[in-house]
Nanobody, 124 residues
Framework: QGQLVESGGGLVQAGGSLRLSCAAS????????MGWLRQAPGKEGEVVAA????????YYADSVKGRFTISRDNAKNMVYLQMNSLKPEDTAHYYC?????????????????WGPGTQVTVSS
């Protein structure tokens, strides 16, 4: 079915930047939409950003618009999340995930393949 592995998380001060990477294994990821989701303790899970199979369409949660950028390189089976101007409220476990189709989706529950995630902690 394939596998997703995230990297790039860590501890950063407020106002700093991080770049998350997601390596996808398997022959079909270039035909699927992909997303970055996050889960913080005591909060509902959130689709932070999503991108269509060819990168033509993107989605950002209101909370990250203007600060985060999602991109993908289908030749390398990679998806990235550039996070700038980080805030303490961005602290969460971030997951790369795939929904069942080529169109991006903002429905957290519809993502059916997840990586183990990477922790992002933003200190004030």
């Amino acid at each position: 079915q394939g596998q997703l592995v995230e990297s790039g998380g860590g501890l950063v001060q407020a106002g700093g930047s991080l770049r998350l990477s997601c390596a996808a294994s398997g022959p079909i990821f270039s035909t699927l939409a992909m997303g970055w989701l996050r889960q913080a303790p005591g909060k509902e899970g959130e689709v932070v950003a999503a991108i269509s199979w060819n990168g033509d369409n993107t989605y950002y949660a209101d909370s990250v618009k203007g600060r985060f950028t999602i991109s993908r390189d289908n030749a390398k089976n990679m998806v990235y999340l550039q996070m700038n101007s980080l805030k303490p409220e961005d602290t969460a476990h971030y997951y790369c995930a795939v929904p069942p189709g080529a169109r991006l989706t903002t429905n957290y529950e519809s993502y059916n393949l997840w990586g183990p995630g990477t922790q992002v902690t933003v200190s004030s």
